[in-house]
T-cell receptor, first 116, second 112 residues
């Protein structure tokens, strides 16, 4: 138990569906992240939020839409996804956004997404 | 081109053997972290190294950061089945960049 909780753990959705992934942390962290983990590829950073403000968007398609209503919650809204978007989506948090000093990132268990 | 290259990609050995996995890059990192990920779970931090040449030990695991801060190794002594998992190295480039850059990982299986 890392203190970062993601729901749902598994999700199957059609290409025309709209769904949302939820992430919650009560560690008092100020930065939250969405990562995508696909088979045979490194973890890809998708979005970074610091103090509820989006600070980075790594050229992610607009069919992925993040939302951070407060410092404890992070959502990833999904719509009109493609089968190649099937992956494990991981949420992480850290005390602050400056990971260059070795700040630890705490990961949730992930949501296994399958797009059919 | 991948920023962090991990090798080997897969490794299966017998319980009690020693092993070393590597994380290499042409870029300099301000810090480097090693995570272990078990099936159905998110990555969990094992160690952070920040100084070139630094060596850290965590029970049977020894982590080393290269002098030039471009590479790192993880050595496991007397491997046990509980060491099985995906080992990921992740680097922070610094200069204001956020988030971590991950390698593809080494899938390690320790057979009883």
């Amino acid at each position: 138990e890392t203190g970062v909780t993601q729901t749902p753990r598994h999700l199957v959705m059609g290409m025309t569906n709209k769904k949302s992934l939820k992430c919650e942390q009560h560690l008092g962290h100020n930065a939250m992240y969405w990562y995508k983990q696909s088979a045979k590829k490194p973890l890809e950073l998708m979005f970074v939020y610091s103090l509820e403000e989006r600070v980075e968007n790594n050229s992610v398609p607009s069919r992925f839409s993040p939302e951070c209503p407060n410092s404890s919650h992070l959502f990833l809204h999904l719509h009109t996804l493609q089968p190649e978007d099937s992956a494990l989506y991981l949420c992480a948090s850290s005390l602050n956004r400056w990971v260059r000093d070795g700040t630890e990132a705490f990961f949730g268990q992930g949501t296994r997404l399958t797009v059919v | 081109t991948q920023l962090l290259e991990q090798s080997p990609q897969f490794l299966s050995i017998q319980e009690g053997e020693n092993l070393t996995v590597y994380c290499n890059s042409s870029s300099v990192f301000s810090s480097l972290q090693w995570y272990r990920q078990e099936p159905g779970e998110g990555p969990v931090l094992l160690v952070t190294v920040v100084t070139g040449g630094e060596v850290k030990k965590l029970k049977r695991l020894t982590f080393q950061f290269g002098d030039a801060r471009k590479d790192s190794s993880l050595h496991i002594t007397a491997a046990q089945p509980g060491d099985t998992g995906l080992y990921l190295c992740a680097g922070a480039i610094g200069g204001g960049a956020d988030g971590l850059t991950f390698g593809k990982g080494t899938h390690l299986i320790i057979q009883p």
